[in-house]
């Protein structure tokens, strides 16, 4: 076959491929692109250490943010929408939880460099360690109005030793064990009367 003839073949045969290639219908691109949505999420009670916008707004974790999701389960309490009032009670928990973590660290940042900055910050880390066992607190009420107690137990004993026994909300906390069945020595002795109801409240606890 000469030289010609050949190239000839070869043109024909090129032809060809690429007249069944333009036949193929295009193949879609398997790269992920990062998503464009700028909607943030909720945080996740189950990871409290994950910084995402809370999903009321598009502020970063805030106490703001802590104190709207308090006020929703509220709301959801009084329509008598306990999943709901529970998801919320969670990540208001997950939120003041963090921050109160977040202002100790900055306390000891600061402590013998600057006692005015880390006071400040200590009594922020209080503040917020209060508002995450009140979350708790309506946390296990609405878990006994559920009828979970083994949920409602672990969060009223975590309450007592966070707020010591000889407080409001350690000893509404105690007297929930009490009526709950889980513990059997009334206190103070003779009965307490931070007894409470075992109802959610429609609005978060006050110290």
Known sequence: MNLSA???????????????????????????LPSSSSQPQPIDPNAPNNLRPTAQNNSLLSLEGGKRLMT???????????????????????VFNQLSNFYQELNSSFSGIDNRVADAQRKK?????????????????VHR????????????????KSQNPTRDLGKKAYQQLLELGFVDAPFPKGG??????????????KK
């Open 6 to 32: 050949t190239v000839a073949i070869f043109r024909l045969t090129s032809l060809a491929v690429i007249a069944t290639l333009s036949l193929l219908p295009p193949v879609n691109a398997q790269v992920q």
């Open 72 to 94: 929703e389960a509220s709301n959801a309490v009084s329509s008598q929408n306990y999943d709901t009032a529970a998801k919320k009670l969670q990540e208001a928990r997950a």
């Open 125 to 141: 880390a209080l503040e917020t360690a209060q508002m995450r066992d009140e979350a708790s607190y309506q946390l296990a009420l």
């Open 145 to 160: 109005a559920q009828n979970k107690p083994e949920l409602a137990v672990p969060l009223l004993i975590q309450i007592v």
């Open 192 to 205: 307490s009367s931070a007894s409470s109801s075992s109802s959610p409240s429609s609005s978060p606890q």
